[in-house]
């Protein structure tokens, strides 16, 4: 959990009301900053893959409306003639 000021919260045991900071028990050291480095490390990394994956799920999106846009165009340039004869208009 972190402190008012998006620090991590740092426990005060007995060794923090006396002032004496010697002991080090009650506050994070280097190996705590460590894996959180890490972690935040791989969250970043696991971030930056479903950053990718959504860059090219856009494109294939967009690659597959612009294919179904050519597709409907086709079939309105093919299905014209036969349109007005859906209506019973024209007999063939």
Do not use: W
Not at 43 to 60: G, P, Q, R, T
Not at 84 to 90: F, L, P, S
Request: aromatic letters at 6%; hydrophobic letters at 30%; a negative charge.
């Amino acid at each position: 959990m972190s402190g008012p000021n998006g620090e991590p919260h740092m426990a005060v045991g007995a060794a923090g009301r006396d002032g004496d900071d010697s002991d080090g028990d009650d506050s994070f050291g280097e190996e705590e900053y460590a894996a959180i480095n890490s972690m935040l490390d791989q969250i970043n990394s696991c971030l930056d893959h479903l950053e990718e994956k959504n860059d090219y799920l856009h494109a294939c999106l967009k690659e597959l409306l612009e294919s179904n846009r050519q597709t409907r165009l086709e079939f309105q340039q093919i299905g014209e003639p036969f349109s007005e004869a859906a209506d019973g208009n024209i007999k063939i």
